[in-house]
């Protein structure tokens, strides 16, 4: 072989590494994105598996609802309903007065999400900005209420609303009478505030900056004014979050209303729903056509408020 047959050969040869040659190690940059990759990977499946978690219980019930009675007693139960009921929608509705329900629930839902945002959110106001003798032992209250469980305070708020004086034939001392059982004082009143929503609006108000207030000041405003016109329309994740929060819960309800009225004219949502469970037994598809018609409205205003409302929280955590 001449030696332009050689240079020939070596410039025609593959620039890669030598046959039976191992690859080079990939650079730490490659490693760390393979393992940033994986660790993606492995958080996506085990989200998409507590989502999955979470939605099916209510596909199920949305699914049940559709069924008919027939079906609802074969065993074992079938995930999808063989003919699709959509009849026990209208038929749930006409089994009582759900237009009714509806309109308590949401009369009494707002007025508690009202109260809540006026008064919570002054009271946080004063707990985050303004100095007075015995805040800080006013907020540990709020907090140590906190850890008090909702079950616990039904008896002594039962006992309250009872012996109102002067309401319901009581007198000034509230005694002989109902107080304010079988009103809408009952239903609206005691779950017009919360701890939590205080707590959350004192936590908003303390990561304003102390700049505008003193600017505002210098302007001749007061604490209310720097309250309503300043700092308030500064926190609208809060005010989203509180208020959603609030109305779930107040919508959502079903001891406290049970409770407290006999009056079919003055029965929740929540309450209205018992009709369709029985001594002789459940009437499963109706049961599960008026829960899915109550959830509708709180799937809705979670999507509208969505956004605010996991900024909310994510704010409220970071402080």
């Not at 050969?9 to 990939?26: E, F, H, I, V, Y």
């Not at 609802?72 to 959509?86: I, M």
């Not at 009494?108 to 109260?115: C, L, M, Q, V, Y």
């Not at 308030?232 to 959603?244: E, G, R």
């Amino acid at each position: 072989m001449t030696a332009n047959d050689l240079l020939t050969a070596r410039d025609a040869a593959p620039d890669g590494p030598a046959s039976g040659a191992t690859a080079p190690p990939a650079s730490p940059s490659t490693r760390a994105r393979r393992k940033k990759w994986k660790g993606r990977l492995v958080l996506n499946i085990a989200l998409s598996i507590g989502a999955l978690t979470m939605i099916l219980p209510f596909v199920w019930m949305v699914l049940t609802s559709l069924k008919s009675p027939a079906e609802l007693a074969e065993f074992p139960p079938t995930f999808l309903p063989k003919v699709w009921e959509w009849s026990n929608y209208p038929e749930a509705l006409r089994a009582a007065p759900f237009a009714l329900y509806f309109r308590n629930s949401f009369i009494i839902s707002a007025s508690h999400t009202i109260i809540t945002l006026v008064f919570a959110s002054m009271a946080g106001y004063a707990l985050a900005r303004i100095n007075f003798k015995g805040r800080e032992f006013i907020f540990l209250g709020f907090v140590a209420m906190l850890m008090i469980p909702t079950y616990t305070k039904i008896v002594p708020q039962f006992l309250l609303v009872k012996f109102m004086p002067l309401f319901g034939g009581n007198d000034i001392l509230g005694q002989g009478g109902f107080g304010w059982l079988n009103s809408w004082w009952a239903l609206i009143i005691p779950g017009g505030l919360s701890a939590t929503a205080i707590f959350l609006f004192r936590q908003f108000y303390l990561s304003l900056p102390r700049e505008l207030e003193e600017a505002a000041r210098l302007d001749g405003l007061g604490d209310f004014r720097i309250y309503a016109q300043i700092y308030t329309p500064l926190i609208k994740p809060a005010l989203a979050t509180v208020a959603l929060l609030t109305f779930q819960e107040s919508w959502n309800n079903f001891l406290w209303p049970l409770l407290v009225t006999t009056r079919d004219d003055l029965r929740v949502i929540q309450v209205g729903l018992a009709v369709f469970q029985q001594l002789d037994g459940t009437a499963w598809q109706y049961l599960m056509a008026g829960t899915t018609m109550a959830t509708v409205p709180m799937v809705l205003l979670f999507l509208f408020c969505q956004k605010y409302f996991i900024q909310g929280f994510t704010n409220a955590g970071i402080k």
